[in-house]
C-alpha cells in the first residue's frame, strides 16, 4: 500500500473481500482492489484520522479521527 505518506492506523476488509481500506497519520483513507492492490479511492477531510472501516453494504466507508469526527463516504 504504497498510496500513503506516513504510516497506517488501521486496515479493514469489505465484507466481499474485493475491497481494503486503510487509515492512516497523513490524514487520508485510501480504498483498496484487492485483485489489482491499485487505489480506487482517497479520501480526506480529517486534520486526524485514526480508523476506517466498511459498512454492511460495502459501499460505504466510515472514517474517525481525534478531531471529533465522523465521515460516512459512499460509494456510488
Known amino acids: 500500500l504504497s498510496g500513503h505518506t506516513r504510516d497506517i492506523s488501521s486496515i479493514a476488509l469489505s465484507a466481499d473481500e474485493r475491497l481494503l481500506v486503510s487509515a492512516s497519520y497523513d490524514r487520508t483513507a ?4 484487492t485483485t489489482t492492490w491499485e487505489s480506487v479511492a ?3 477531510h480529517h486534520t ?6 466498511f459498512g454492511d453494504d ?3 466507508v466510515l472514517t474517525a479521527g481525534r478531531d471529533g469526527l465522523i465521515y460516512v463516504w459512499r460509494r456510488d
Do not use: I
Open 48 to 53: 486526524s484520522l485514526d480508523s476506517a472501516e
Open 58 to 60: 460495502n459501499n460505504t
Open 30 to 33: 485510501e480504498v483498496w482492489d
Open 42 to 44: 482517497v479520501l480526506q
